[in-house]
């Protein structure tokens, strides 16, 4: 699609929910469809680094959400992460077993997990595997404020759904 093209398309960008007397909703005007297809590229984008890794792409973002803190139980993670625990157990588990994360009892709370990374956990975050698809993106500058805006798309949907406005 040429510049050109694409502002024309901009032009025609209707709200998500169709409005009445108006023409019928496109799927591509759809802002939640533009972020389901993007997610969806972002995915597919991101296995063939993964996949080299052997990792999944919920692991890999354990990891660089441990990176960012160490030593968090499984219940700070899973609130970071958007995952309830048993989701997150067995993606720790399978870290665990390839020596990428540890897990063990808090010792002032032996109901809490607590994780942490491993040398070899912290050398893979480090290495910043997904680095090359920040150019893949095309955003340029505009990389951060982009994810800034869907960031705080994502948060103000969820206190629209808490009841928090």
Not at 2 to 25: F, L, R
Not at 76 to 90: A, Q
């Amino acid at each position: 699609m040429t510049p050109s093209q694409t502002a024309k398309n901009q032009d025609a960008i209707t709200p998500d929910s169709p409005q009445p007397g108006k023409e019928k909703p496109k799927l591509a005007n759809f802002l939640c469809f533009a972020i389901y297809s993007a997610n969806l590229a972002f995915g597919r984008a991101y296995k063939p680094i993964l996949d080299e890794l052997g990792l999944t792409y919920t692991q890999y973002i354990a990891l660089v959400a441990l990176s960012e803190k160490d030593d968090q139980t499984v219940g700070e993670l899973g609130e970071k992460l958007f995952l309830e625990s048993n989701t997150l157990t067995p993606i720790l588990k399978k870290l665990e077993q390839i020596g990428l994360i540890s897990r063990r009892r808090d010792p002032e709370d032996e109901r809490q997990v607590r994780v942490s990374l491993t040398p070899a956990g912290r050398s893979l975050v480090d290495a910043e595997p997904g680095a090359s698809l920040t150019d893949a993106t095309g955003l340029g500058d505009d990389f951060h404020s982009v994810q800034q805006s869907v960031a705080r798309l994502r948060d103000n949907l969820l206190r629209a759904i808490q009841g928090e406005r």
